[in-house]
């Protein structure tokens, strides 16, 4: 005889309710941040104390599943220097999803909603991207910068070869770029792009 009702591992896993919140650096509470931090720690192995500051000080974009959260991607105003102007630039610093909800949108969630603030609110968006993630950037639009990248230092400008080939650009209306000129990040300690 058979049992007519099916057993807990045999019913449909329940659907999961993913939230999207967008809030500033100011506006997240300690436990938020330190689940944030401990996120993207796990998301990459070469996270340093430094990546995760480059993270604070502007809007993050988190997903919350079942009130844990899963997703964080932050962007936060830099300065770029490209054909003789400093632009606003949205950087996205970040960008990461738990490592079994991933495949599910929620990178493009995120994205989508800092891509919002970018267009709305900086001259350009900006990245540093790895090359696992770069096919990601670059089917939502963002742009691989072709010319040769800078940096702004305390001493100096310093040429940052080693970034070259891995940072992209997302365009925005006002202002138009030439992805092969020069591009100048200003200063900041740990990687500066």
Known sequence: MTDAHPTAATLPASPRTATLRIAHTADLDPATRRAA????????????????EHALGGLHALIHEDGELIG??????????HGGRALRCGYVEGVGVRADRRGRGHGAAL????????????????????DE??????????ELWRGAS??????G????????????VLPTPAVPLTLDADLTCDWRDGDVW
Do not use: K, N
């Not at 931090?37 to 995760?52: I, S």
């Not at 800078?150 to 001493?155: C, F």
């Open 133 to 142: 993630a770069a096919a990601f950037y670059a089917a939502r639009g963002w």
């Open 111 to 130: 994205m989508d909603a800092l891509e919002r603030v970018i267009h709305d609110g900086y001259d350009l968006g900006g990245l540093g991207a790895s």
């Open 72 to 81: 964080h991607a932050s962007v936060v105003q830099r300065r770029l220097l």
């Open 157 to 168: 400008l310093r040429r940052t070869a080693d970034e070259d080939g891995c940072i992209y």
């Open 37 to 52: 931090r401990a996120l993207l720690y796990d998301v990459f192995d070469d996270m340093t104390t430094e990546d995760w």
């Open 150 to 155: 800078w940096a702004l230092t305390p001493d």
